[in-house]
């Protein structure tokens, strides 16, 4: 087995596609304005993988529980995760675009990483994230490193 793409079953199919495409400045591999899929580079071979965007009704449909309702005001089940260079650079990017933030930017020692998190239009979180050095991990986390290192 092989991941293709990771897609986002959605209502607003125009306003999720102006989102990722002009908001967040993914390149559209794939789709258009009106359409019912599009698909968007995320930096892994296009071609094979990517970041898509489905008719939520178009899928119920297809596997038959369109007369199921979607969740409401419930916690996240799945998060988005982009790794970036400059999550400082890139917020601000994002947030001249119009992307509203939920949080500024934080390092969080615990994860080793550089965070900040945000929705899309039909409230999927996003996460962009950049790796913070060793120096700056939690020692819970150097410790539970140690299991994993390969050098």
């Given at each position: 087995?092989?991941?293709?793409?990771?897609?986002?079953?959605?209502?607003?199919?125009?306003?999720?596609?102006?989102?990722?495409?002009?908001?967040?400045?993914?390149?559209?591999?794939?789709?258009?304005?009106?359409?019912?899929?599009?698909?968007?580079?995320?930096?892994?071979?296009?071609?094979?993988?990517?970041?898509?965007?489905?008719?939520?009704?178009?899928?119920?449909?297809?596997?038959?529980?369109?007369?199921?309702?979607?969740?409401?005001?419930?916690?996240?089940?799945?998060?988005?995760?982009?790794?970036?260079?400059?999550?400082?650079?890139?917020?601000?990017?994002?947030?001249?675009?119009?992307?509203?933030?939920?949080?500024?930017?934080?390092?969080?020692?615990?994860?080793?990483?550089?965070?900040?998190?945000?929705?899309?239009?039909?409230d999927n979180l996003i996460e962009i994230y950049s790796e913070l050095s060793k120096d700056n991990w939690s020692n819970d986390l150097i410790e539970e490193s140690k299991d994993y290192d390969?050098?």
């Amino acid at each position: 087995m092989k991941l293709n793409n990771v897609r986002l079953l959605v209502n607003d199919f125009d306003s999720c596609f102006r989102f990722y495409s002009e908001k967040v400045g993914l390149a559209v591999t794939w789709g258009k304005l009106g359409g019912d899929y599009a698909s968007f580079d995320i930096g892994i071979d296009s071609n094979k993988m990517g970041l898509s965007i489905f008719k939520t009704d178009l899928m119920a449909t297809a596997i038959g529980n369109f007369d199921k309702q979607l969740p409401l005001n419930c916690r996240e089940k799945i998060v988005i995760v982009i790794q970036v260079d400059n999550v400082d650079g890139i917020y601000k990017k994002l947030t001249d675009n119009g992307i509203d933030f939920i949080n500024k930017p934080i390092d969080i020692a615990g994860w080793g990483s550089r965070v900040a998190h945000f929705k899309d239009p039909e409230d999927n979180l996003i996460e962009i994230y950049s790796e913070l050095s060793k120096d700056n991990w939690s020692n819970d986390l150097i410790e539970e490193s140690k299991d994993y290192d390969t050098n």
